[in-house]
């Protein structure tokens, strides 16, 4: 017996989940693309820009694949979902280890912010001192975050 893997060929989600619009952009083929749909993990508008059922995403969609806060989900490992769904109402994630939290600004799910809240491209850990920026989540990881709960 065969354990099926979920999500199918995640490196196309995990590349999506980095993507700065979070487009998808390669799939494999039709079949996983279309297990993206059904799964609510990807999602892709008409012409209008209203977001298309799974059934017909692919024969009438306009424009890319788009991940949704469900696939950004789908991927993560549960050190990974334990972190970004315990983040503070401002968005900083407390007591993350920092390999969690560097993986999770690989994908775009975190960003470092100093004391002053502005962004930067690295924890600031100098090897001696230890990490200066603490880890926020980004808009995609506040989505990712959201989807864990029942919208109402």
Request: contains cysteine.
């Amino acid at each position: 017996m065969t354990v099926k893997t979920y999500p199918p060929a995640p490196k196309h989600l995990r590349a999506a989940c980095a993507h700065p619009q979070g487009h998808l952009t390669s799939h494999g083929s039709r079949a996983t693309l279309q297990a993206y749909l059904d799964d609510g993990l990807v999602y892709r508008n008409d012409a209008d820009g209203y977001r298309l059922p799974a059934e017909t995403a692919q024969a009438h969609g306009v424009g890319p694949y788009v991940i949704t806060g469900a696939g950004r989900r789908a991927i993560l490992n549960e050190s990974q979902l334990a972190a970004i769904d315990s983040a503070d109402e401002d968005g900083a994630l407390r007591n993350v280890s920092w390999p969690t939290a560097a993986a999770l600004a690989r994908l775009a799910l975190v960003e470092y912010r100093d004391a002053t809240g502005t962004p930067q491209p690295t924890d600031g850990d100098d090897g001696r001192t230890g990490p200066k920026h603490r880890p926020f989540l980004t808009p995609a990881g506040v989505e990712a975050a959201r989807a864990s709960k029942p919208q109402p």
